[in-house]
């Protein structure tokens, strides 16, 4: 379970662009969730994850994580439990090393001197094979030579393997060709659910938001203005939820690159 207690954050502080992204925010995610995230554009979807991931520092209040409490535990720290995701499909990788040294260091399998074994290899494979990209048979080939698709989700791969208590995804299919991102975010599903992966995903498509997961947040201005799941949640349309967003925040929903399919 993640538990986010009454945070307050404060970017670029005393600085020309300061800003109070959470004003006494509270967020509670159950184990298994997934949860789909949307909101027009500075809503604070991607700081939320900057919060959780200790890649921004809190004012105040806490961050639970399955009990612990890693308010003050470093980025670094809090990135074996919670794989992360970006829209950039260069970002997750290492672009010269081939697809199984970047399993290998992400899998934990062992120090990288070490080397890989054969069993190693064959857990690659098997991994690989689950993706149906063909990338099983393309162990030794650089990331940097694989199409966006196959780099998310290799990339996808990396961040689950060594199952992490949380994992969250900002708009990782955004930068990807339609069919690609259905693709990856099929892959997704299948691997989150599979797994029984605590997920939060953020999503400019407000069909996918709707269609994946089990609950949708609705966020503006650094509040969570619209949370929904259960029978509420499926009987809802795109229309409803731009209805909802009016609604709750009095503005008309702003994202430039929002897909209403
Ligand atoms: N480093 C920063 N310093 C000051 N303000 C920032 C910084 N990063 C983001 N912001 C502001 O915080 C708000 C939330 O940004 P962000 O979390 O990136 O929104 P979203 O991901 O929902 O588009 C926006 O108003 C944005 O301009
Ligand atoms: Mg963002």
């Not at 393997?161 to 259905?182: G, I, N, R």
């Not at 498509?205 to 269609?211: E, G, R, V």
Request: glycine share 8%; aromatic share 4%.
């Amino acid at each position: 379970m993640l538990e986010l207690k009454n945070i307050s954050v404060i970017l670029s502080k005393g600085t020309i662009n300061e800003k109070k992204v959470f004003d006494d925010f509270s967020l509670t995610i159950n184990d298994g969730d997934f949860v789909t995230i949307i909101g027009s554009n500075g809503a604070g979807k991607s700081s939320l994850f900057n919060v959780i991931c200790g890649n921004v520092s809190t004012v105040s209040g806490s961050i639970i994580l399955n009990g612990k409490d890693i308010t003050m535990l470093p980025d670094h720290k809090r990135a074996r439990m919670i794989g992360r995701l970006f829209q950039d499909p260069n970002s997750g990788t290492a672009p010269d090393m081939t697809i199984e040294e970047n399993l290998f260091l992400a899998s934990g399998r062992g120090h990288w001197m070490s080397g890989i074994t054969k069993a190693d290899r064959d857990y690659f494979k098997e991994q690989l094979s689950t993706l149906g990209m063909g990338l099983e048979d393309k162990l030794n080939r650089p990331v940097k030579l694989l199409s966006g698709g196959q780099r998310q989700a290799v990339t996808l791969l990396m961040a689950t393997m060594s199952k992490p208590s949380l994992l969250l995804l900002d708009e990782h299919t955004a930068a990807l060709d339609p069919k690609t991102a259905d693709v990856v975010l099929e892959m997704t599903n299948n691997i989150v659910t599979k797994n029984n992966i605590t997920c939060l995903m953020i999503t400019h498509n407000m069909q996918s938001a709707l269609d994946y997961g089990n609950r949708t947040l609705m966020m503006q201005d650094g509040k969570i203005i619209f949370d929904t799941c259960g029978q509420e949640r499926s009987e809802l349309t795109i229309n409803d939820l731009l209805t909802k967003f009016k609604e709750n925040s009095g503005k008309e929903f702003v994202s430039d690159k929002m897909l209403l399919s």
